[in-house]
């Protein structure tokens, strides 16, 4: 899988998703790191068909009245003094295979702590 963290996901993630096989970017590796515009995040990411995982829920308006980005997970597991990086981190890697699987079929995925949500 392709994927392009948002700025509210730690970098720490990058490492253990390239070590099960994904192709990830961080904002932080774009040329403006976090201060990166949404829209660029999304034009890259459908550019180079990546998935963008956010917690931002103004990526969540674009993807359902203008279609982008055009894959779009959205991480709805609260702020980080609610969930740490750790148990994060734990959980992506654990749902990581059904999320590889869920999005050849489907664009839109919310992942909460107790389940992934297909949203259409």
Known sequence: ?????DAQLPQALVRPLERLGCDVLHTLDLPEGNRSADNLIC?????????????????LRGH?????PAKLLIVATGNIGNIGNHDLTTLLLRVL?????????HVLIELNRKALVVRH
């Open 1 to 5: 899988m392709r994927i392009l963290l």
């Open 43 to 59: 034009s890259i990411a459908d550019r180079d068909g990546r998935v963008v995982f956010s917690k931002d829920t103004d990526f």
């Open 64 to 68: 359902l009245l203008h279609g982008t």
């Open 97 to 105: 295979p059904e999320l590889n699987r869920l999005f050849e079929t």
